[in-house]
């Protein structure tokens, strides 16, 4: 889950509107257990215990252990690369530039030593069988992200801390122990989860093993720089067994998200908005020879967040959090500036349209504000308020008619719309979005077997096998 798609550069600035951009879920989360249900816990009995248990939790731990703040996610990445040779992948490490110098033309980052090292970013490919052909034309992408929000919290297991080199009996735990940790749900459960499903298809012959590609990418949480750095990758790339030069195509892409085990059918879209008000300084005492901009900036901002700025029955109404407000000198000043951040979730429109049609209404709404003030109609110093808005994408549709799924539909931004192609989009993982971000981050052993089983079933339904 992230907040944002913008570049890392512009997204800086956008930082303080983080903590104020709690991600919503929009449906069943009433009735979904949030962390374990005591009423459905059962002892443990070998029957309860699924084969896969072992490695699919040691799998968890050991990605959570590993700490992998956005910007800093080379070693989890070589920590998978190893776990995914021993799973008999062929894996290659794609090297993603530093986070924050993407767009930077002054890019010093020009070092050619190929040396794998912790110190750099990789996005983890990983093809099943020790010789695969490393191709991707009409397979299914299993996809997530390795990098995680701060801080960094231990892996605990019902609370209790435990140190990476003490062991742990996984087979003497009941389903419902919590298992908790930065990056145990968002998104490292879903990793775990997909890899294991993926390898139990292959070893039961359910799965053609040409048929799939696992990636796990860094910078989700920040601007998504890992799944854009593959996807503008996969477009530079022709396919030699097709005579015209077209980039592969992708069948599907499965992306790995908490979902509450639902399956998505879609998100909002996001975009950044910032909307400055400008006026004349002067004596408070004296209003009518000054213009406050501040004022100017509130009866706007009151505005927009009355208007109906567009709803869908599927996303329900775009929202404008206004997230940081700024302006005036002195409480004895009349403000001359005065300015504010919003980041709006965009319910209608589709993919490309919807940052288009948000912008149309929240100008339109502005132009109202300026009319009725009349404001920017007389003197160059009258005052008046400009709306920019920053990059963006619409709603966000994923495909979520696959039997024996309950649905849910996501208010939080994720890597979809940064993964450019013509593929059918899945959106699914354990874990819920309510404690991704939180000191509580953390899910249930039975949330993690039951993602094995929704993955296998889902990953099946993408291939059409
Ligand atoms: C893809 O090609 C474009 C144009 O040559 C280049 O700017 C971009 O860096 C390439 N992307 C990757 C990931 O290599
Ligand atoms: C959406 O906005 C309308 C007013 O524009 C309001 O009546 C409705 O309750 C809102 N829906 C939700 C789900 O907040
Ligand atoms: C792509 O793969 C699917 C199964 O995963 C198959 O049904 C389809 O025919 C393939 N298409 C092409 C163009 O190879």
């Not at 109202?368 to 005052?383: A, H, P, Q």
Request: some cysteine; overall charge negative; hydrophobic content about 35%.
């Amino acid at each position: 889950m992230k907040f944002n798609t913008r570049t890392a550069l512009t997204l800086s600035a956008l930082a303080p509107l983080a903590s104020a951009l709690l991600p919503i879920i929009e449906q069943q989360q009433q009735q979904q257990p949030l962390l374990s249900n005591p009423e459905t816990s059962n002892t443990v009995t070998e029957n309860d215990i699924p084969s896969y248990r072992v490695p699919l939790l040691s799998l968890h731990r050991t990605l959570v252990n590993t700490p992998s703040i956005s910007g800093t996610e080379g070693q989890v990445a070589l920590d998978l690369k190893k776990l995914l040779i021993d799973l008999d992948f062929t894996v290659q490490l794609q090297r993603v530039p530093p986070a924050a110098r993407i767009h930077d033309d002054d890019n010093d980052d020009d070092n050619d030593d190929d040396d794998e090292s912790p110190q750099y970013r990789y996005n983890v490919l990983a093809w099943p069988g020790r010789h695969a052909t490393p191709t991707f034309h009409n397979r299914t992408l299993i996809t997530s992200h390795i990098d995680v929000v701060p801080p960094f919290l231990p892996y605990a297991i019902n609370g209790s801390p435990v140190p990476p080199s003490e062991p742990l009996d996984f087979t003497s735990l009941s389903s419902d122990t919590l298992i908790s940790g930065r990056g145990s749900v968002d998104a490292k459960g879903s990793v775990a989860a997909q890899i294991t499903a993926t390898k139990e298809l292959l070893e039961n012959g359910e799965l053609d093993p040409a048929s799939v590609v696992l990636l796990y990418v860094v910078g989700e949480e920040i601007s998504g720089d890992g799944m854009k750095f593959f996807s503008s990758f996969l477009a530079n790339q022709t396919t030699s067994s097709s005579l015209s030069n077209t980039p592969p195509r992708l069948h599907a892409a499965i992306f790995g998200e908490p979902t509450t085990n639902l399956l998505a059918c879609g998100h909002k879209g996001i975009a950044s908005a910032l909307l400055t008000a400008t006026g004349k300084a002067g004596h408070s005492g004296y209003p009518w020879l000054g213009r406050s901009a501040t004022a100017l900036l509130v009866r706007a901002l009151d505005r927009l967040l009355q208007a109906d700025l567009g709803s869908s029955e599927r996303y329900g109404n775009t929202t404008v959090n206004v997230g940081v407000v700024q302006g005036g000198v002195a409480a004895n000043v009349i403000a001359k500036e005065a300015w504010a951040r919003m980041a709006v979730r965009i319910a209608v429109g589709g993919r490309k349209s919807g940052r288009g049609i948000l912008e149309g209404e929240m100008k339109r709404v502005v132009r109202e504000v300026l009319e009725e003030e009349g404001v920017g109609k007389g003197k160059e110093d009258d005052g008046g308020l400009e709306l920019v808005v920053g990059h963006g994408y619409g709603p966000v549709e994923c495909e979520c008619d696959v039997e024996g799924f309950g649905t849910m539909v996501a208010n939080y931004g994720t890597d979809v719309p940064n993964l450019e192609g013509e593929h059918t989009n899945y959106l699914y993982g354990p874990g819920t979005i309510l404690v991704a971000h939180g000191d509580n981050e953390g899910l249930t052993i039975q949330d993690l077997e039951e993602a094995v089983e929704g993955y296998k079933r889902l990953i099946k339904h993408a291939v059409g096998a």
